[in-house]
């Protein structure tokens, strides 16, 4: 009696990831410590309302400086997880520093991409995954820190300094990822140049994520982007006028909003802390401001006068894994020798079941 015969190969595995979040938040704290070191109890109150795991700051004047916001701001109400990279003056009286949460976060590198004005610093993380093994890559997150030229007739300084920025960005770009740039851009429209060269130049294009293309220098129609000023008159120095300029921005590689490389934005994160769009041209802590508590609201008007940018990020460690594809075994029966011939084994281990129908 003729029979077949049916060859099943067992042995798939299947591997539970989870998934973590970041928040990302670029703050410009206004000449600290020297604009008035007794702010540092406004941003403690910002910060432990936003919980951010990577905070860049701009216009901090010393490494003592960071040392206060770091021990007072961060590391806080029984919490040590903050570390800071180290600070670089950059031969101006204002310079950038990255935080980041060291329970989620390690440090790699930073560098210094040299301008006509200030230093765009430059900051290499990856993500301590409790599910790292072999068969998944690290994420790496790139960090890139601006405090471009202020002066609404300086706009080819500040394209410039983009331009400088992208110069270092195509001399790395086969191993970049995961790119995050941001900071006081002091950019007027988002037609300026330096917003045209960061988005559509050089080998790494980068993208808004709330994707507005506009002229949004005071008016009204995009009030709820706007981010400086939290006061309409000048406070510590800082700047007046109320809120009617969107110079605090965050750009992302491409891969950010596609999860190529492990790391997807979270649609509609991205956000003016403490910007409801009802303050065009006001104090932000006028009246009530839906968009955090009220010791919050008078935190951000007393801290700077910019409001910080945050954005949420997921890690998605399915992303990193390396694709290999798999060759199956080549099985063939010969009915004149009543024999399996088996080809491909390529020194792997299989289970064979035989089953008479």
Same mark, same amino acid.
């Given at each position: 009696? /003729?029979?077949? %015969? #049916?060859?099943?190969?067992?042995? =798939?595995?299947?591997?539970?990831?989870?998934?973590?979040?970041?928040?990302?938040?670029?703050?410009?704290?206004?000449?600290?410590?020297?604009?008035? &070191?007794?702010?540092?109890?406004?941003?403690?109150? !910002?910060?432990?309302?936003?919980?951010?795991?990577?905070?860049?700051?701009?216009?901090?004047?010393?490494?003592?400086?960071?040392?206060?916001? *770091?021990?007072?701001?961060?590391?806080?109400?029984?919490?040590?997880?903050?570390?800071?990279?180290? +600070?670089?003056?950059?031969?101006?009286?204002?310079?950038?520093?990255?935080?980041?949460?060291?329970?989620?976060?390690?440090?790699?590198?930073?560098?210094?991409?040299?301008?006509?004005?200030?230093?765009?610093? @430059?900051?290499?993380?990856?993500? /301590?995954?409790?599910? *790292?093994?072999?068969?998944?890559?690290?994420?790496?997150?790139?960090?890139? &820190?601006?405090?471009?030229?202020?002066?609404?007739?300086?706009?080819?300084?500040?394209?410039?300094?983009?331009?400088?920025?992208?110069?270092?960005?195509?001399?790395?770009?086969?191993?970049?990822?995961?790119?995050? !740039?941001?900071?006081?851009?002091? $950019?007027?429209?988002?037609?300026?140049?330096?917003? %045209?060269?960061?988005?559509?130049?050089?080998?790494?294009?980068? +993208?808004?994520?709330?994707? $507005?293309? &506009?002229?949004?220098?005071?008016?009204?129609?995009?009030?709820?982007?706007? @981010?400086?000023?939290?006061? @309409?008159?000048?406070?510590?120095?800082?700047?007046?006028?109320?809120?009617?300029?969107?110079?605090? =921005?965050?750009? $992302?590689?491409?891969?950010?909003?596609?999860?190529?490389?492990?790391? /997807?934005?979270?649609?509609?994160?991205?956000?003016?802390?403490?910007?409801?769009?009802?303050?065009?041209?006001?104090?932000?802590?006028?009246?009530?401001?839906?968009?955090?508590?009220?010791? $919050?609201?008078?935190? *951000?008007?007393?801290?700077?006068?910019?409001?910080?940018?945050?954005?949420?990020?997921?890690?998605?460690?399915?992303?990193?894994? /390396?694709?290999?594809?798999?060759?199956?075994? @080549?099985?063939?029966?010969?009915?004149?020798?009543?024999? #399996?011939?088996?080809?491909?084994?390529?020194?792997?281990?299989?289970?064979?079941?035989?089953?008479?129908?």
């Amino acid at each position: 009696m /003729k029979k077949s %015969l #049916l060859l099943l190969m067992l042995g =798939l595995t299947s591997i539970a990831f989870s998934q973590d979040s970041l928040r990302i938040m670029y703050h410009n704290i206004l000449n600290f410590p020297s604009a008035g &070191a007794n702010r540092i109890d406004t941003l403690r109150t !910002i910060l432990t309302y936003a919980k951010p795991d990577v905070y860049v700051v701009c216009e901090l004047e010393t490494a003592a400086g960071g040392d206060m916001i *770091l021990n007072q701001a961060l590391n806080v109400n029984g919490q040590t997880n903050y570390e800071r990279v180290a +600070f670089v003056d950059g031969g101006t009286y204002t310079n950038n520093l990255l935080f980041y949460n060291s329970d989620k976060l390690g440090f790699i590198s930073q560098e210094e991409i040299g301008t006509v004005l200030r230093d765009i610093n @430059t900051y290499v993380l990856y993500y /301590k995954s409790p599910n *790292l093994t072999a068969q998944t890559d690290t994420i790496y997150l790139n960090f890139f &820190a601006c405090h471009l030229k202020a002066g609404s007739s300086d706009y080819q300084q500040r394209n410039t300094e983009i331009q400088q920025a992208k110069f270092y960005m195509n001399s790395i770009s086969e191993k970049l990822e995961n790119v995050f !740039i941001g900071g006081d851009m002091n $950019v007027y429209s988002g037609f300026e140049s330096a917003i %045209l060269t960061m988005k559509n130049t050089g080998d790494v294009p980068l +993208f808004d994520p709330i994707d $507005v293309s &506009a002229n949004w220098s005071n008016d009204w129609a995009y009030a709820d982007i706007h @981010t400086q000023s939290t006061r @309409t008159g000048s406070l510590q120095g800082g700047a007046g006028g109320g809120m009617d300029d969107r110079f605090d =921005l965050i750009f $992302v590689s491409e891969d950010v909003l596609d999860n190529d490389n492990g790391v /997807k934005y979270i649609n509609n994160s991205y956000k003016a802390l403490g910007q409801d769009g009802n303050h065009f041209n006001d104090n932000i802590n006028d009246g009530f401001n839906s968009a955090a508590t009220d010791s $919050v609201i008078n935190a *951000l008007y007393y801290a700077s006068d910019h409001l910080p940018v945050i954005m949420d990020v997921v890690l998605d460690e399915t992303a990193a894994i /390396k694709q290999e594809k798999v060759e199956f075994p @080549t099985v063939r029966y010969n009915a004149l020798e009543h024999s #399996l011939n088996l080809s491909g084994l390529n020194g792997e281990s299989y289970r064979l079941k035989l089953f008479d129908l």
